[in-house]
């Protein structure tokens, strides 16, 4: 269904047409909020205040990209986040990353379509590089997700953090260099299918 | 010999990347990338690195985050921002009109107050001056001090018992303050400008409670 229409019908109250939008757009929303935060109850929370904030203010939206916009509160929505998490730092009951826990934090059983092997791999890859992100201050680590993550073109990322262009790229040149020194470590422990894979890729 | 690239070298290796570079930009740092092999394995990091965030997938959404009704507030809030960002404006505007009127205004306004004020006194001083020495000496000494340059005209014939009036009795006989104003404009001025910080301080908390 056209995207405009829904819009406009959410705008007069219709939360049977939010809602439609809401399944369009959550896992992006959810992905930006969870490379931001790192933590998957956190992201969980920001992705379902995002989607009730997104309709309480939807008369302020005038059009133009609507991902962007929702994406925009989204970002927002985890610098809120952080620094309730900075005031009120709390600590896990179950460590989630430990190595020897991996058995109970059932990574293992979610891609059955590759070998226990190579999921093992790519979960340790997967969870290697959010670290490297996380490690990341983060005005630099939002630009890195929205760009090299989510795919978003400068201006669009620029749209969404309400920033000057120039200072986007600069903040991504820079981001990009600090994980690149974190990264490298990763890249040599990479298995040399993937590495192939990944310098084919570009 | 190791090279280290500077900054700059990172930053247009980053924008070559994104295919953010002029033509003639790309030209030179790929001409510079054939001869400078440092710059070439640092574009191959950022290749790497580039690649390897790519790689992440999508996670999957543990559930969906569509809204139903009794989750949302039973009153939405109406936008105050731009109700007191609009008042703020109106009581600064108000504020400096009025300490440019006070600042401007006031001296031409006394002015013409003391040159009204001086033809009065001496046209009533004059007659007097006929039947009274000790009332024409004390206008006459009253608007010499007021403003002798133009009384000299006025008053040419009088003889003046000076030892009689004191300088306190002539200014308290006819008293003339250019200050004084019928509008408090100092008192208006402190109201607005108090009333345009406290609206300025309720806007930008409210700014900040309705952003989105």
């Given amino acids: 269904m056209d995207e405009n229409y829904l819009i406009e019908e959410a705008k007069q109250g219709s939360l049977d047409a939010f809602n439609r939008l809401v399944l369009v757009y959550q896992t992006r929303v959810f992905n930006l909020a969870y490379r931001i935060l790192g933590d998957e109850p956190s992201a969980e929370d920001t992705a379902q205040t995002t989607f009730l904030t997104a309709y309480q203010k939807l008369s302020s939206y005038r059009g133009g990209s609507f991902l962007a916009w929702i994406l925009r509160i989204a970002t927002n929505q985890c610098y809120d986040k952080l620094r309730i998490l900075k005031r009120h730092p709390t600590t896990p009951l179950e460590p989630e990353y430990d190595d020897e826990e991996t058995m109970e934090s059932a990574l293992w059983m979610k891609d059955t379509s590759a070998g226990p092997e190579e999921s093992f791999d790519q979960a340790e890859l997967e969870r290697a590089i959010q670290k490297c992100i996380s490690a990341l201050p983060v005005e630099y680590r939002t630009v890195t997700v929205l760009v090299d993550v989510e795919g978003m073109d400068y201006e669009t990322a620029a749209g969404v953090i309400k920033t000057p262009l120039g200072t986007i790229k600069s903040r991504l040149a820079r981001a990009r260099l600090r994980l690149r020194e974190c990264l490298m470590g990763v890249w040599e422990l990479l298995p040399t299918s993937i590495r192939l894979n990944l310098e084919g890729t570009k | ?212």
């Fill in chain 2, 1 to 212: 010999m190791m090279t280290v690239c500077s900054e700059k070298d990172w930053l247009l290796l980053s924008l070559y990347l994104a295919g953010a570079l002029s033509t003639r930009q790309v030209e030179g740092l790929e001409s510079r990338l054939s001869s400078e092999s440092y710059l070439a394995e640092a574009l191959l990091q950022l290749k790497r690195t580039r690649s390897l965030l790519a790689r992440l997938p999508q996670k999957p959404v543990p559930h969906n985050f569509t809204i139903s009704p009794e989750s949302l507030p039973h009153k939405q809030n109406t936008r105050l921002f731009p109700a007191f960002r609009l008042a703020t404006a109106i009581c600064s505007i108000l504020f400096f009109i009025t300490i440019a009127f006070r600042t401007l205004a006031l001296p031409l306004q006394s002015n013409q107050t003391l040159m009204m004020a001086v033809p009065g006194e001496s046209q009533r001083a004059a007659p007097k001056a006929v039947t009274s020495s000790e009332d024409t000496a004390s206008a006459t000494a009253g608007a010499n001090l007021g403003a002798p340059p133009l009384l000299g005209a006025d008053a040419p014939s009088v003889s003046l018992p000076t030892q009689e009036i004191t300088r306190d009795e002539a200014y308290a006989e006819e008293p003339v303050n250019p200050k004084r104003s019928p509008i408090p404009w100092a008192q208006i001025a402190w109201l607005l400008g108090g009333l345009s910080l406290a609206l300025g301080a309720a806007a930008v908390f409210f700014y900040f409670q309705e952003r989105v």
